[in-house]
């Protein structure tokens, strides 16, 4: 494959998805003044306009998903689940789960998200498309199967994750990046040998003791379950690091026959919600990496969903960055890098670099680099 073949997923009604008023994350109430909550969808409007506006967007096949209908949720949702999403969406406000809040049109828009990356994702393995980018709301990797949680109503790289199994994959890798520890990712396979989680998060930031390095899967999924909870103030070349040494070489063990990416951008070193310092090249550089490492292991079989991103001013590179990449192109002009490129920080640090150090010595997959890989591994297709 040498010119990449990607696709665009989104729709109209997933901007049209809003948690209602607050301040922040949370909801108006006892000294809570009236804002608007994060992840209200102008801000990714203006983001997919930005892709469109800087000509990336012509690189790519816009595609209009359809949603998920109840079989697909069910891969990973209870339908208790499902009613009380559907229930409080009809009401027109109120809260799905816990800090999940809802409008009118949030049932459906979530239906679209994971219809996104189900559809996305059983095109790429049908060959339609190399690789794919669901620009999708509400974001979903901290949905549990019987519970809405922090404004994720559905688990939409989950539910792709068991539809391209559905569709006849065995192993699945699924990197997400997003600043927070996706609880709900983790659970849903935490005793499945068969899916790979890595999750590269700001130790400690939400959900409060989820996402540790001493979780990592149990049963039959024993060492597929793989956290780096990277401290506060990492920035590019810790993430760069964890990448190369960590995700890249866990991969080749794996074997997976699809790359799933939950790609949220809060990250990003303007975000209000976390407290890392990527940049637009350090979002262009994993997302290259993560490209070539399909291409290597997947047949180039890879699938992109944004999750999180609050920051209003940079949200909007860092997805233009992000689809740069997956369409081969160079990392675009960054009005904003020369206030994060330079800071020190910057530099893989002493105690970040002791976080892979761990990974390296103890995890299953990365000790057992110099034997052959694990049995039934490089099958995954
Ligand atoms: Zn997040």
Same mark, same amino acid.
């Given at each position: 494959m040498s010119t990449p073949d990607p696709a665009w997923y989104s729709h109209e009604l997933c901007f049209w998805h809003d948690p209602g008023p607050g301040s922040g994350y949370v909801p108006v109430g006892p000294g809570i003044e009236p804002l608007r909550q994060f992840a209200v969808d102008p801000d990714l409007r203006r983001a997919e306009g930005l892709v469109r506006a800087s000509g990336v967007m012509d690189r790519f096949t816009a595609v209009t998903p359809t949603p998920a209908s109840d079989e697909d949720l069910r891969l990973v949702h209870t339908p208790e689940h499902i009613e009380r999403v559907e229930a409080a969406s009809a009401i027109g406000a109120g809260d799905a789960g816990v800090y999940a809040h809802v409008n009118y049109h949030s049932a459906q828009a979530a239906r679209l998200a994971a219809g996104a990356c189900v559809q996305a994702t059983t095109d790429v393995l049908d060959g339609r498309f190399h690789r794919a980018y669901c620009l999708v709301r509400? @974001?979903?990797?901290? /949905?549990e199967p019987d519970r809405a949680m922090a404004l994720c109503l559905y688990n939409n790289v989950a539910i792709a994750a068991r539809a391209a199994q559905r569709h006849g994959v065995r192993r699945v890798l699924i990197l997400d990046w997003d600043v927070h520890h996706g609880n709900g990712i983790q659970r849903v396979f935490?005793? !499945?040998?068969?899916v790979l989680y890595i999750s590269i998060h700001q130790d400690? =930031?939400?959900? /409060? &003791?989820?996402? =540790?390095?001493?979780?990592?899967?149990?049963?039959?999924?024993?060492?597929?379950t793989l956290n780096v909870? =990277?401290? /506060?103030?990492?920035g590019h070349e810790a993430y760069l690091a964890v990448v190369s040494r960590v995700v890249e070489p866990a991969a080749r063990a794996f074997g997976p026959g699809l790359i799933l990416v &939950? &790609?949220?951008? !809060? &990250?990003?070193?303007?975000?209000?919600m976390g407290r890392m310092m990527c940049t637009s090249r350090t979002l262009h550089a994993m997302t290259s990496m993560m490209c070539r490492l399909a291409g290597e292991l997947t047949g180039g079989r890879i699938v992109f969903a944004h999750e999180g991103g609050y920051s209003a001013w940079y949200q909007p590179t860092l997805v233009l960055s992000t689809a740069s990449a997956i369409a081969g192109l160079p990392a675009p002009y960054d009005p904003f890098l020369h206030s994060l490129?330079? =800071? @020190?920080?910057?530099r893989l640090q002493r105690h970040q670099n002791r976080v892979i150090e761990h990974l390296e010595a103890h995890h299953p997959l990365l000790t057992e680099q110099s034997a052959p890989v694990r049995p039934g591994a490089r099958s995954g297709r």
């Open positions: 509400p @974001p979903g990797h901290h /949905a935490y005793e !499945d040998p068969d400690g =930031l939400f959900p /409060a &003791a989820s996402g =540790l390095v001493m979780e990592t899967g149990a049963g039959a999924g024993a060492g597929s909870p =990277l401290p /506060a103030g990492s &939950a &790609a949220g951008v !809060d &990250a990003g070193g303007h975000d209000p490129e330079h =800071l @020190p920080g910057q």
